[in-house]
């Protein structure tokens, strides 16, 4: 097991370069060997073969790489010469050769040779550590690309009217196609009020029921101080599954494993991992991936929840502020409620988008609103109203309209206000629109209103049998109401519908 940090390093850097002494052989017709500082042989037997002289170069590396400079020897039958190589400011090791040359003319050729020699096997290492530097580059870049790629396609995807189980989806489908392996997972478990997830993408190597015990038993491994809400600080890379008795006796086919722990900002700690490659053990690019995605994903999960928790402090306060709307006239308590939840229905009914389903139900609530502004009186009257009073109740749309004109974001919940006893035909108010003009969100509010109206006990009436609701929306469909709305309305379940006023929370009647 090994909580892998290592960095990326081109095998070329740390050893001979390969063919170096047989090409430096063929340009000066010099044998060159190798030796490590302390004089253990490095050279394959491609540079010779020649034991003893080996057996006596490699007395020479240790004083060579200890001076750090090139050492020559001449003696009567010989020129021999060892140079330290170098590398970014150390030496890694001491390359020698021996030139027989037993006259004077001889030994100056050797010279000659040898420095040829040395010139040669320079330019070959430093033409492997340019290699290498490359290929650390492009690796590092290659690196970066994915990263870079795997965050954006994940930013297009990470909205927060999205579920987890979605989102969890997405980043193990494009884990697992960029990072190779058979299977990618996420793992959160369940808290109060709240399910576990458990997402799979690709072939994992354990059964789906095990998820749970493979992230518990890796967390576990991490220790306890997990990284902090966002922030996956630690990742685990095992490619040795089978040497770990938890893991070997969850699946004999799980061979190598890397994860990085998820978390919610809420206390649950779970995880994101990828399973078996093919091939290729997980490392760090592997780990730095996932290490990314994890953090995407956390820091998502968390505004999530805070985005939930400010949207049901907001519907919390509409409530509250419809309450106060519908507790002036007692026979119309939870009214605004009922017509919401009426809203909402007919909104997905007609296939309308989340966030278009929400504003609809927010219309409904809202849609009185203006009746703040409508007395008392009037509004508790029994009886028939007086022309006068009736066009002081009139008003109310106008008055909701101007209450949330000043918030740009209610825009198309202000139309649906303002309109929302529009008709059809053009005979509603206050502007007399007609068919089209007719915003959408005031139509649906206007028939989910008109129903509540008709299934409510009123003071001149008691509520109607929902047959003859139904009789009546029917008759007027095309003039007070849209046609095609009203037909889809009258496919709902209306008593399924009726049963969600008393099962939901409505409004607080005062
Ligand atoms: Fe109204």
Known sequence: MDISQATLQAPETLGVPHGLARRVFEQTGVAVF???????????????????????????????????????????????????????????????????????????????????????????????????????AAESLLQSYEEVSLLHHLGEVLRVNRPVSAILEQ???????????????????????????????GRLPFRAEDLPQVVAHLLDLMGTDGPSAGISGSVIVNNHCQDDPVLSGVSIALDRIVMVPLTDGQGRRGALLAANREDLEFGSPDAKLIRSAASATSIFIENQRLFRELQEL?????????SSVDAKDPYTCGHSERVAITCRCLAEAIGLSPDEVQTVYMAGLLHDIGKIGTPEQILRKEGRLEPEERLVIQRHPVIGGRILAGIGKLDSIRDAVLYHHERIDGNGYPSGLKG????????????????????????????????????EIERNSGTQFDENLAKVFLNLDLHQLMRQFVERPTTVCI
Not at 437 to 447: D, M, T, Y
Request: with cysteine.
């Open 314 to 322: 907001m519907l919390d306060l509409v409530r509250s502020l419809v």
């Open 171 to 201: 980043v193990c489908g494009e884990l697992l196609q960029t990072v190779g392996a058979d299977a990618a997972a996420a793992y959160l478990p369940g808290a109060e009020g709240v399910a576990s997830e458990s997402i799979i993408a």
């Open 34 to 136: 190798f030796f490590g500082t302390d004089g253990v042989s490095m050279t394959s037997d491609e540079a010779g073969g020649d034991r003893a002289l080996q057996e006596s170069l490699a007395a020479l590396a240790p004083d060579a790489a200890a001076q750090g400079a090139d050492v020559v020897i001449v003696d009567p039958s010989s020129v021999t010469a060892a140079w330290p190589i170098r590398q970014r400011r150390r030496t890694i090791m001491v390359a020698a050769a021996r030139v027989e040359a037993r006259s004077e003319e001889g030994r100056s050729m050797a010279r000659r040779l040898l420095a040829a020699a040395a010139e040669a096997v320079r330019a070959g290492f430093d033409n492997a550590a340019a290699k290498a530097e490359n290929h650390a």
């Open 436 to 471: 089209d003009q007719v915003p959408l969100l005031a139509r649906i509010v206007g028939l989910a209103d008109a129903f509540d109206a008709m299934t409510s006990n009123r003071p001149y009436r008691p509520m109607l049998p929902l047959d003859e609701v139904r009789r």
